[in-house]
């Protein structure tokens, strides 16, 4: 008689959220766990972007010599005595 009164309880907290919540209670459930997974993806691949900016900003204040090579590769820059040969 014990026994079943333990599983009456135990059937009756399994049944709660649905009692509460309806028959898409463990589904949504899924669905928000899905997207809370892609957005700790989304803000590891950020925190990896910001850890490599915070890393170029300490570069380009210490390194003079790594703003003038920023300079020149991102806007195609040359020094005076350089040559620049454009192929087709």
Request: net charge negative.
């Given at each position: ?9 135990l ?8 009692i ?7 589904p ?32 380009l204040?210490?390194d ?10 991102d806007?195609?820059f ?11």
């Amino acid at each position: 008689m014990k026994l079943i009164g333990i599983l009456f309880i135990l059937y009756s907290f399994i049944q709660l959220p649905l009692i509460f919540f309806g028959d898409n209670y463990y589904p949504k459930i899924r669905r928000l766990k899905e997207q809370l997974s892609k957005i700790d993806e989304q803000n590891e691949k950020l925190r990896w972007q910001i850890e490599e900016e915070k890393k170029q900003i300490i570069n380009l204040r210490e390194d003079t010599g790594a703003i003038k090579n920023m300079i020149r590769r991102d806007f195609d820059f040359i020094e005076a005595e350089e040559v620049v040969f454009m192929v087709d």
